[in-house]
């Protein structure tokens, strides 16, 4: 199995509500990492969890909130968005987060706040 | 901050031509990766090439490194339909996880 699957594909959610996105490999892999792209650039990377402890901040606003149950799941928190947080978020994993090899991508969410 | 300068930023070609897209970066790296992107889906990694390599093939694809210039090419042979796509490289510079997207290339291949 070398799929990361990102549940829901497609999320509307308006200023106030609180939402999470999900991902899950079940290839072995220790690193997992939060992407968000806006349409037309490339992927920015937000997040970075190296065997299940998050490593990297890109300095993201709060109310992003990563979590990381276990070395399969990934969750995206979501609280109190702004309309300009609306973009497809990518979560991607790879086998060790010290040696960059491939990198496995979801089909990413597409995230609409109203 | 994003590291890598990819160009073209757009190019259109005819099914049997030949498509080369060129990134360029800053600091030094461990290595360099480029990726696929069909519209609004996930990446698909296409090919690794390490800081110490100056080319590396996969089927259709070559890519070339030049640490000295920073820079790196993605030739794609006898382009099809099928890989009108938006390509991007990226590059590790060995800061624990951090892989860095160039501002990608949309490569549209006419039948």
Same mark, same amino acid.
């Given at each position: 199995?070398?799929?990361?699957?990102?549940?829901?594909?497609?999320?509307?959610?308006?200023?106030?509500?609180?939402?999470?996105?999900?991902?899950?490999?079940?290839?072995?892999?220790?690193?997992?990492?939060?992407?968000?792209?806006?349409?037309?650039?490339?992927?920015?990377?937000?997040?970075?969890?190296?065997?299940?402890?998050?490593?990297?901040?890109?300095?993201?606003?709060?109310?992003?909130?990563?979590?990381?149950?276990?070395?399969?799941?990934?969750?995206?928190?979501?609280?109190?968005?702004?309309?300009?947080?609306?973009?497809?978020?990518?979560?991607?994993?790879?086998?060790?987060?010290?040696?960059?090899?491939?990198?496995?991508?979801?089909?990413?969410?597409?995230?609409?706040?109203? | 901050?994003?590291?890598?300068?990819?160009?073209?930023?757009?190019?259109? @070609?005819?099914?049997?031509?030949?498509?080369?897209?060129?990134?360029?970066?800053?600091?030094?790296?461990?290595?360099?990766?480029?990726?696929?992107?069909?519209?609004?889906?996930?990446? =698909?990694?296409?090919?690794?090439?390490?800081?110490?390599?100056?080319?590396?093939?996969?089927?259709?694809?070559? =890519?070339?490194?030049?640490?000295?210039?920073?820079?790196?090419?993605?030739?794609?042979?006898?382009?099809?339909?099928?890989?009108?796509?938006?390509?991007?490289?990226?590059?590790?510079?060995?800061?624990?996880?951090?892989? @860095?997207?160039?501002?990608?290339?949309?490569?549209?291949?006419?039948?």
């Amino acid at each position: 199995d070398t799929e990361v699957t990102q549940t829901p594909k497609h999320l509307v959610m308006g200023m106030t509500n609180k939402k999470s996105l999900k991902c899950e490999q079940h290839m072995g892999h220790r690193a997992m990492y939060w992407y968000k792209q806006k349409a037309k650039k490339p992927p920015e990377l937000m997040f970075v969890y190296s065997y299940e402890k998050l490593s990297i901040n890109e300095s993201v606003p709060s109310r992003f909130s990563p979590e990381c149950p276990n070395s399969s799941l990934l969750n995206l928190h979501l609280h109190a968005l702004q309309p300009e947080d609306s973009a497809l978020y990518l979560c991607a994993s790879s086998q060790d987060p010290g040696a960059w090899t491939e990198a496995f991508f979801g089909q990413g969410t597409r995230l609409t706040v109203v | 901050s994003q590291q890598g300068e990819e160009d073209p930023q757009a190019l259109s @070609i005819q099914e049997g031509e030949n498509a080369t897209m060129n990134c360029s970066y800053k600091t030094s790296i461990n290595n360099l990766q480029w990726y696929r992107q069909n519209s609004g889906r996930g990446l =698909v990694h296409l090919i690794l090439i390490r800081s110490n390599e100056r080319e590396k093939h996969s089927g259709r694809l070559r =890519v070339t490194l030049d640490t000295s210039k920073k820079s790196s090419s993605l030739l794609i042979t006898a382009s099809r339909a099928a890989d009108t796509a938006s390509y991007f490289c990226a590059t590790d510079h060995n800061q624990g996880g951090k892989l @860095i997207f160039g501002q990608g290339t949309e490569l549209s291949v006419k039948p």
